[in-house]
Antibody
Framework: QLQLQESGPGLVKPSETLSLTCTVS??????????WGWIRQPPGKGLEWIGS???????YYNPSLKSRVTISVDTSKNQFSLKLSSVTAADTAVYYC??????????????WGQGTTVTVSS | DIQMTQSPSSLSASVGDRVTITCRAS??????LGWYQQKPGKAPKRLIY???SLQSGVPSRFSGSGSGTEFTLTISSLQPEDFATYYC?????????FGGGTKVEIK
């Protein structure tokens, strides 16, 4: 059964770079049927899609964050990563990684990690 | 960007009630929509994909309908474990966008 697990620092200082990794187990990140994505949720608020990546390295980013976001993939480790630069308190959130299925009869974000809380504070 | 307007933002209902939640897209998205349930402290869980297909393992009291710009999630008979927040998500075009959420509370 496919599982995703986020990892990274829970506390980041303002103006620094937030770095998270999602480890995929129970399946290959190199499958042609999936993209891999990041979503975040500020405390008490709704969900925001950050971006997605294919195993080849092709990416899509939310324009609202594009200037600060980099998503990368490491197929040898079955991981993908998120970097968000110049963070402020507004970037405090639970960050989720998820699988985006691009198979016709199952399109969408179908498997999610449990989420990791990142607080931006000095 | 495609805006997803979800309503109501919250509702109070009793066990056994029929509940309907609506999402309206700012432009047509075919049936490129999923519905998610989120409980406090947990990750969202997909209930419905392709607007009306039931995710494997999800109870049949959940159903989805719609296409184009109007979509609904219906819970035919609300159960205690269904009290949660529900979100729609469009994946027709980037950037993907979520509805604002509907919190279903106990009356």
């Amino acid at each position: 059964q496919l599982q995703l697990q986020e990892s990274g620092p829970g506390l980041v200082k303002p103006s620094e770079t937030l770095s998270l990794t999602c480890t995929v187990s129970g399946g290959s990140i190199s499958s042609s049927s999936y993209y891999w994505g990041w979503i975040r949720q500020p405390p008490g608020k709704g969900l925001e899609w950050i971006g997605s990546i294919y195993y080849s390295g092709s990416t899509y980013y939310n324009p609202s964050l594009k200037s600060r976001v980099t998503i990368s993939v490491d197929t040898s480790k079955n991981q993908f990563s998120l970097k968000l630069s110049s963070v402020t308190a507004a970037d405090t959130a639970v960050y989720y990684c998820a699988r985006l299925s691009i198979v016709d009869d199952n399109y969408g974000m179908d498997v999610w990690g449990q989420g990791t809380t990142v607080t931006v504070s000095s | 960007d495609i805006q997803m307007t979800q309503s109501p933002s919250s509702l109070s209902a009793s066990v056994g009630d029929r509940v309907t939640i609506t999402c309206r897209a700012s432009q047509g998205i075919r049936n490129d929509l999923g519905w998610y349930q989120q409980k406090p402290g947990k990750a969202p869980k997909r209930l419905i994909y392709a607007a009306s297909s039931l995710q494997s393992g999800v109870p049949s009291r959940f159903s989805g309908s719609g296409s184009g710009t109007e979509f609904t999630l219906t819970i035919s008979s609300l159960q205690p474990e269904d009290f949660a927040t529900y979100y729609c998500l469009q994946h027709n075009s980037y950037p993907f966008t979520f509805g604002g959420g509907t919190k279903v509370e106990i009356k």
